[in-house]
């Protein structure tokens, strides 16, 4: 077997080195078109897991970089002079130039051929002459844009300008330092990668960069600025550049990493921000990943695609991760007046990798100190902490978020929400919203959803919530009141979501006259006569609602529904005093939330839910939901409830776990008000996380709750916690503990001899 592999970096040079291991046969030869010695950057930070793979794969490798490794556990966070030390991470680094010439050893001892200051010949040519193709050829991968077509490259480039520096001491933890100038916020990223030596990363927003005249400065005078701002830190010594410049982070996604023998590997195939430390990592973990696929599958072809099918969903992982702490170093100014402990553990959390229950495991000081600045009482999890609304006090942080059921006749709850919806309040969670109820016969999504359009319904309503003020005291229960707009008229979603009803449609509305999805239903234009009607009947739902005693109240302007309809670019196209402006499509979504805050009591809380995104161009953006936010609480909402998408058909959502929360963080703290965060938030842990971050107020989960009507009970339990958030109703008292199950094996029995009085007697 003839491998070529272009590009001599770590993973191209590891692959090369154990695909030549496994098979001695193989003919390997490395393209790599600059000198041995030169590379950019300085340390290489590898994890444990990592390293296991390297050793049970080569332990002459793994003993080599052993001996040079730099280890350490502390992370310090320094902000406005304050810094936080948190223990138990667990770091091994050591110099790019020591792994490079590891790797080099290892490859000639192996007998590679190993190609420096020399370009490789095009990737097209190799796939002809040789059985395998390795382009591990970097973030500007040259492979990867002349089979652009296969492989289908997206290249993300994202807001802030870094620059790789060293120093020549060792630092003492991962440091992390904000530096507040006058031009902008800047941030130190530094670790130790010898014991005389530490890489440091200094980053800042482009506009930052530009106000600090670093766009304008040359190399030396660059270094010495940074080093300035930084002294502290640094001691007050230099710092040192290889040749680096600054530069902006680009995200590689591929959909494919391979193409006929042609395989992409580390960089050319993917990157993930390094404020996780991840590039080395996963080309190291791609190279192990391939050599054993092709160990496992003789046949090239199907080797590379147990490598893609294996790859790929670990890959993705750690990129939603990057990307999360990315954007949070780039939105640094918004968390910037948190206290100094709240900050770090906000910092330290910030990828989603790191949890509240993770982090108490490293360092159970520093996370008890974060939760007594919160204002946790002992041996309280965050989450079940009380909040405020207005004249509402929920007894915990979690919501049961809405769900439709399309269970309703004539638009009447009957005894399947009351089950429903009762067994979730007798769940534990401080709030229960109903699915979305509509407030006309018109406005229904399915005819099985429910409405507050007539006094009968009313009546029903009525009938839950007595039964969880009843039964479940401390649960609060809201009603969200929404009218579906242009998604209405539609099958319940397990007969074919969004598609029209086989017989007896109705005609839909909407602020334009555009439907859903091709082949829709095209609803009317409202009209100004008819805007006035439906602000009307939200008014007497609202009013129907109180008198159903409900304790608050949502007003839906999400997904794509009426109001949803007015707020977003894409959906309102109308050229009246409705349309056009930010400013004039919130007019009628604010004209509805007036009236309805007129008729529902004072004293009790409204929220609003929006989309903070539309998933689409030219649609709703994250800085258009700031706005939207303000506008609301300018106008009495006491939170904002921040879901995203199902506005258009074509949305590209970019899932993953709590893959909308950035979007109520930001909220959060830029507009100001309080946020219910929701999206995959799956567990008590991410919770906790979340809310002692100070991401979000309060966080709604929906499939959880159903998959586990109790799940906030359970998670009570789970992390011991006995107290007022969260109280077994009376009846239940005697599951509040896992129930046993199954044998338990005693201890066999065994003999045990001590002593020489025991030998005597034994014998």
């Given at each position: 077997?003839?491998?070529?592999?272009?590009?001599?970096?770590?993973?191209?040079?590891?692959?090369?080195?154990?695909?030549?291991?496994?098979?001695?046969?193989?003919?390997?030869?490395?393209?790599?078109?600059?000198?041995?010695?030169?590379?950019?950057?300085?340390?290489?930070?590898?994890?444990?897991?990592?390293?296991?793979?390297?050793?049970?794969?080569?332990?002459?490798?793994?003993?080599?970089?052993?001996?040079?490794?730099?280890?350490?556990?502390?992370?310090?966070?320094?902000?406005?002079?304050?810094?936080?030390?948190?223990?138990?991470?667990?770091?091994?680094?050591?110099?790019?130039?020591?792994?490079?010439?590891?790797?080099?050893?290892?490859?000639?001892?192996?007998?590679?051929?190993?190609?420096?200051?020399?370009?490789?010949?095009?990737?097209?040519?190799?796939?002809?002459?040789?059985?395998?193709?390795?382009?591990?050829?970097?973030?500007?991968?040259?492979?990867?844009?002349?089979?652009?077509?296969?492989?289908?490259?997206?290249?993300?480039?994202?807001?802030?300008?870094?620059?790789?520096?060293?120093?020549?001491?060792?630092?003492?933890?991962?440091?992390?330092?904000?530096?507040?100038?006058?031009?902008?916020?800047?941030?130190?990223?530094?670790?130790?990668?010898?014991?005389?030596?530490?890489?440091?990363?200094?980053?800042?927003?482009?506009?930052?960069?530009?106000?600090?005249?670093?766009?304008?400065?040359?190399?030396?005078?660059?270094?010495?600025?940074?080093?300035?701002?930084?002294?502290?830190?640094?001691?007050?010594?230099?710092?040192?550049?290889?040749?680096?410049?600054?530069?902006?982070?680009?995200?590689?996604?591929?959909?494919?990493?391979?193409?006929?023998?042609?395989?992409?590997?580390?960089?050319?195939?993917?990157?993930?921000?390094?404020?996780?430390?991840?590039?080395?990592?996963?080309?190291?973990?791609?190279?192990?990943?391939?050599?054993?696929?092709?160990?496992?599958?003789?046949?090239?072809?199907?080797?590379?695609?147990?490598?893609?099918?294996?790859?790929?969903?670990?890959?993705a992982s750690t990129q939603r991760a990057a990307r999360a702490s990315l954007e949070w170093f780039e939105d640094l100014r918004l968390y910037l007046g948190q206290p100094p402990r709240r900050f770090a553990f906000n910092l330290l959390t910030r990828s989603r990798r790191v949890t509240h229950g993770n982090l108490r495991l490293r360092d159970a000081r520093f996370t008890e100190a974060v939760e007594r600045e919160f204002g946790c009482p002992p041996g309280t999890p965050p989450m079940f902490t009380p909040y405020r609304l207005r004249g509402l006090t929920l007894r915990n942080r979690v919501v049961v978020s809405p769900m439709d059921m399309y269970s309703a006749t004539d638009g009447v709850p009957g005894d399947f929400h009351l089950v429903h919806l009762g067994a979730r309040a007798l769940g534990g969670a401080g709030l229960v919203l109903t699915e979305m109820v509509c407030?006309?016969?018109?406005?229904?999504?399915?005819?099985?959803?429910?409405?507050?359009?007539?006094?009968?319904?009313?009546?029903?309503?009525?009938?839950?919530?007595?039964?969880?003020?009843?039964?479940?005291?401390?649960?609060?229960?809201?009603?969200?009141?929404?009218?579906?707009?242009?998604?209405?008229?539609?099958?319940?979603?397990?007969?074919?979501?969004?598609?029209?009803?086989?017989?007896?449609?109705?005609?839909?509305?909407?602020?334009?006259?555009?439907?859903?999805?091709?082949?829709?239903?095209?609803?009317?234009?409202?009209?100004?006569?008819?805007?006035?009607?439906?602000?009307?009947?939200?008014?007497?739902?609202?009013?129907?609602?109180?008198?159903?005693?409900?304790?608050?109240?949502?007003?839906?302007?999400?997904?794509?529904?009426?109001?949803?309809g007015f707020l977003s670019p894409l959906t309102n196209l109308r050229t009246d005093s409705y349309g056009g402006s930010p400013e004039r499509r919130l007019r009628f979504p604010l004209e509805v939330f007036d009236a309805v805050r007129a008729v529902w009591p004072a004293e009790w809380p409204m929220t609003v839910r929006i989309s903070a995104t539309d998933w689409a161009a030219g649609g709703t953006s994250a800085e258009d939901a700031v706005g939207i936010a303000r506008a609301f609480a300018a106008h009495g909402a006491d939170a904002i409830d921040v879901s995203t998408g199902q506005v258009v058909a074509g949305e590209r959502p970019e899932f993953g776990r709590s893959y909308q929360t950035p979007f109520a963080d930001r909220i959060r703290h830029e507009a100001g008000v309080p946020v219910i965060a929701v999206g995959a938030i799956s567990s008590w842990d991410d919770v906790n996380s979340l809310i002692l971050a100070g991401r979000a107020d309060l966080c709604a989960l929906a499939r959880p709750h159903l998959y586990d009507p109790h799940w906030t009970l359970h998670a009570a339990a789970e992390q011991g916690y006995t107290g007022p958030g969260a109280l077994w109703p009376a009846p239940y008292r005697a599951g509040s503990r896992p129930p046993r199950t199954g044998r338990t094996e005693a201890p066999r029995p065994r003999l045990t001899l001590g002593g020489p009085d025991a030998r005597q007697s034994a014998d």
């Open positions: 077997m003839r491998v070529a592999v272009i590009g001599g970096g770590p993973g191209g040079l590891y692959a090369a080195a154990l695909l030549k291991r496994l098979g001695p046969t193989r003919e390997i030869t490395v393209w790599e078109r600059n000198a041995p010695d030169q590379t950019f950057g300085f340390g290489v930070v590898l994890s444990d897991e990592t390293l296991g793979g390297i050793e049970h794969a080569d332990p002459v490798v793994h003993e080599a970089l052993r001996r040079h490794f730099v280890r350490w556990d502390d992370i310090d966070v320094v902000h406005r002079g304050v810094r936080h030390r948190s223990g138990g991470h667990g770091f091994a680094a050591l110099g790019r130039h020591r792994l490079l010439r590891v790797l080099h050893e290892r490859c000639r001892a192996l007998g590679v051929e190993l190609r420096f200051g020399t370009e490789a010949p095009p990737a097209g040519r190799l796939a002809r002459e040789y059985d395998l193709v390795i382009a591990a050829d970097g973030v500007h991968s040259a492979t990867r844009a002349s089979l652009a077509a296969e492989f289908r490259p997206r290249v993300t480039a994202h807001r802030c300008r870094y620059i790789w520096l060293a120093a020549d001491f060792a630092f003492d933890a991962f440091r992390f330092e904000i530096a507040e100038t006058g031009h902008g916020v800047m941030q130190l990223h530094g670790y130790p990668y010898a014991a005389d030596a530490s890489t440091v990363v200094i980053e800042m927003r482009e506009e930052v960069w530009r106000a600090a005249g670093y766009a304008e400065a040359g190399p030396r005078e660059s270094v010495e600025r940074c080093a300035k701002v930084f002294a502290d830190a640094l001691g007050g010594r230099p710092l040192r550049s290889d040749g680096s410049a600054w530069t902006t982070f680009r995200t590689v996604v591929n959909e494919r990493w391979s193409h006929g023998n042609v395989v992409l590997l580390g960089d050319a195939a993917h990157t993930a921000h390094f404020s996780i430390g991840s590039g080395t990592k996963l080309a190291v973990e791609d190279a192990l990943a391939l050599a054993a696929c092709l160990q496992e599958h003789p046949d090239p072809p199907a080797a590379l695609a147990a490598y893609e099918a294996e790859r790929q969903p670990v890959v407030v006309s016969e018109e406005g229904r999504i399915t005819p099985g959803c429910t409405g507050l359009y007539t006094g009968r319904q009313a009546t029903a309503w009525r009938r839950v919530t007595d039964f969880v003020h009843r039964h479940a005291p401390g649960t609060a229960i809201g009603v969200q009141l929404g009218h579906s707009g242009r998604k209405g008229s539609t099958r319940p979603m397990w007969e074919g979501m969004d598609e029209p009803l086989p017989t007896g449609n109705w005609p839909v509305v909407a602020a334009s006259p555009l439907p859903y999805r091709p082949g829709g239903q095209t609803p009317r234009e409202l009209s100004r006569a008819q805007l006035t009607d439906i602000r009307e009947q939200f008014a007497a739902a609202a009013w129907r609602a109180a008198r159903a005693g409900f304790d608050l109240l949502e007003l839906h302007c999400a997904h794509g529904y009426l109001l949803s």
